[in-house]
């Protein structure tokens, strides 16, 4: 089965997932939608996205990504991952404003994998948004979920049959 996993990111977390995730395909296409924004995807059986959220919005490269390809996507078996620091209820409203509708309701999965802070990363703006939210949350330091990374490619393969 020809495998794609596409990847945006800002700070690598979302390339980080996407290494481990394709450790699990056999010779999966990896590909940085900043530097290939547009894959051809009716090349793959199987595509795998994700990317991250800042300040409430998901990557402009992967929402591209999605959009461009919405119709291409639609008879394909797709799965999408996100990292960011929300859980729970805001993690959804963020899928629900970054996903499209026929995304969120053909995708097999969209997962959350976990978040990483490179606090050497971000400029002297994005650091101090940063330190005050993760003081007034009391968050604890984020990290990648290496059992929800399990978990998504385990439903992943089960649902395409590998
Ligand atoms: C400036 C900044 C803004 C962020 N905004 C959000 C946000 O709105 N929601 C969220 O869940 N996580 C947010 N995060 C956490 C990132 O999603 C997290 O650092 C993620 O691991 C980044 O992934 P990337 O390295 O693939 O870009 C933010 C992080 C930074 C540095």
Request: charged content about 30%.
């Amino acid at each position: 089965m020809k495998t794609l996993i596409a990847f945006a990111t800002k700070s690598g977390t979302s390339e980080k997932c996407a290494s481990m995730i394709a450790e699990h395909f056999d010779s999966p296409d990896i590909v940085d939608l900043s530097k290939n924004s547009n894959p051809d995807v009716r090349d793959y059986d199987l595509i795998i996205a994700g990317g991250s959220v800042r300040m409430g919005n998901l990557h402009a490269h992967l929402i591209r990504f999605m959009k461009v390809n919405l119709r291409k996507l639609e008879d394909k078996q797709m799965a999408f991952f996100v990292c960011c620091m929300n859980k729970g209820e805001k993690f959804d409203q963020q899928v629900e404003k970054g996903f499209p509708k026929a995304i969120r309701e053909n995708a097999i999965e969209i997962a959350h994998l976990g978040a990483l802070l490179k606090w050497d990363k971000m400029n002297l703006l994005e650091r101090s948004i940063m330190k005050k939210i993760v003081e007034s949350e009391k968050l604890e330091e984020p990290k990648i979920d290496a059992t929800a990374v399990e978990e998504f490619v385990s439903k992943v393969k089960s649902t395409v049959g590998l």
